[in-house]
């Protein structure tokens, strides 16, 4: 079945840095689009943060572009999120998704001084 796996949340400061990775199986990923949503604390619905295509266009919300990164490993069955120049307000649960249907656990970041 389908499985994705976030991991690298955790605390940074504003200005820091974190690098989240979403280890997939269970369905042909180079053939899949990989987004990353985020939902902060009392906010609904989750947001789109960035998408991977196949093809590996992207697209990024604007409140993270220049700062976040997207890229996928095809080989490793991976998407990264490379997150620098947090803010107070990018602190969230992490969401790594398959086409908007399929969900990781989520993993927090905190961005706090």
């Known amino acids: 079945q389908v499985q994705l796996v976030e991991s690298g949340g955790g605390l940074a400061q504003p200005g820091g840095s974190l690098r989240l990775s979403c280890a997939a199986s269970g369905f042909p990923f180079s053939a899949s689009a990989m987004s990353w949503y985020r939902q902060g604390p009392g906010k609904e619905p989750r947001e789109l943060v960035a998408?991977?295509?196949?093809?590996?266009?992207?697209r990024y919300a604007d409140s993270v572009k220049g700062r976040f990164t997207i890229s996928r490993d095809n080989l490793k069955k991976t998407v990264y999120l490379q997150m620098n120049s947090l803010k107070f307000e990018d602190t969230a649960v992490y969401y790594c998704s398959r086409q908007g249907i399929y969900w990781g656990q989520g993993t927090q970041v905190t961005v706090s001084s």
């Open positions: 998408r991977v295509s196949d093809d590996g266009s992207i």
